[in-house]
């Protein structure tokens, strides 16, 4: 499903049109939840969202992070998804938008896009806020990709004076993580047993496919 300016979605008990997404977002996908009663935004890794509707942002984690900032006053927020700590790729290789670009899979690039979205849409530094989810050791592997995720971030709001209001970082389950762009206001679900490898999969596939393209080199895995 995919918004181009709204998207007027059908199903059996509701029809609702969505609100506009913020310019270079339109090819994130978004649904109708009808628990939370509004549309859901839902970002991959490698992804991020902005927005000032009355939405929601959702992502599944491993041990990805995703940094969920907003400013209260202003009424924005918005949420990123990165599989790995740092890349040196050059800014000029970097697709800007949702667009889930090598670069952006990175927590150095996502942390810059999804502040500097905020900032141009009418955020204020000052007044940015963060709560932070992920970085589980979820893989069979002798390299904590989640701990180094983590203390990145970590680091990284510190370095840019953003405070974080609160976080579940680390253990060794992953998380489905919601998060309301205006209010600051989120929801996460531990997930203790996986019926299937989709997470897993999907995270160690990416990473494999990071590491093998023009950026190798740039962080050790295994």
């Known amino acids: 499903m995919q918004c181009y300016g709204a998207l007027f979605v059908v199903n059996r008990h509701r029809s609702e049109e969505a609100p506009n997404c913020l310019h270079g977002f339109e090819k994130i996908s978004r649904y109708w939840d009808r628990r939370h009663n509004c549309f859901v935004a839902k970002i991959l890794p490698g992804e991020f969202y902005v927005s000032r509707q009355p939405e929601m942002i959702a992502t599944t984690l491993g041990s990805c992070v995703s940094a969920c900032i907003w400013d209260a006053p202003a009424g924005i927020g918005g949420m990123n998804h990165f599989m ?18 090598d670069a952006t899979r990175y927590g150095n690039y996502a942390m810059e896009h999804l502040i500097n979205e905020l900032l141009t849409n009418g955020g204020s ?3 940015l806020q963060a709560k932070l989810f992920g970085g589980g050791k979820v893989l069979k592997q002798r390299n904590d990709v989640g701990a180094k995720n983590v203390a990145f ?8 004076k953003i405070p974080v209001i609160s ?15 205006i209010s600051g206001n989120a929801k996460m679900k531990k997930i203790f047993k996986i019926h299937n490898d989709t997470i897993l999969a999907r995270e160690d596939d990416y990473k494999h496919s990071l590491v093998t393209k023009k950026t190798e080199g740039d962080i050790e895995l295994f």
Not at 90 to 96: E, F, I, R
């Open 84 to 101: 790995l700590p740092l890349t040196n790729q050059a800014k000029d290789d970097v697709v800007w938008g949702n667009v889930a670009s």
């Open 153 to 160: 971030v970590l680091d990284y709001l510190e370095l840019e």
């Open 125 to 127: 530094r000052r007044n």
């Open 167 to 181: 976080h579940d970082l680390g253990k060794d389950y992953p998380r489905k993580v919601m998060f309301d762009p």
